[in-house]
């Protein structure tokens, strides 16, 4: 059962950045002030605990919480910041990303199988 990680630093960004020239990462950008955010967390965490450790490296970011890195993702991946969203990264760039009621288990799936 692979494990999700929370990232609240620039360092932890950088590492987990770094981290996608080896494999697949899988970034939950995540609103705690929100509903919709809620049941994207359920089916992000849910997809996640299915998954086998080394299938790739699953981190979430809370928003608001962690402000300056959620806006740094966007920047580095130019992918336009949307709450609550999900982004598939490899070899440092956006591969593929969704957001709000897409946020499901199969679009999910979907996604890591392409990579």
């Known amino acids: 059962m692979a ?9 932890e960004w950088n590492r987990v950045l770094e ?11 995540h609103s705690t002030r929100c509903p919709i955010s809620a049941d ?12 086998e450790p080394d299938a ?9 919480e962690s ?12 992918v336009q910041h949307q709450s609550p969203q999900v982004i598939l990264v490899r070899d440092g760039r956006a591969v ?11 679009a999910l799936e979907e996604a890591m199988q392409a990579v």
């Open 19 to 29: 981290k996608s020239n080896q494999h697949p990462v899988l970034v939950m950008k």
């Open 67 to 78: 402000r300056e890195v959620s806006d740094r993702i966007a920047e580095e991946l130019d």
């Open 96 to 106: 593929w990303n969704t957001s709000h009621w897409h946020i499901k288990k199969p």
């Open 40 to 51: 994207a967390w359920e089916e992000f965490q849910q997809f996640v605990a299915a998954h």
């Open 56 to 64: 790739a490296e699953f981190v979430m970011v809370k928003v608001i």
């Open 3 to 11: 494990q999700w990680t929370e990232i609240t630093g620039l360092d």
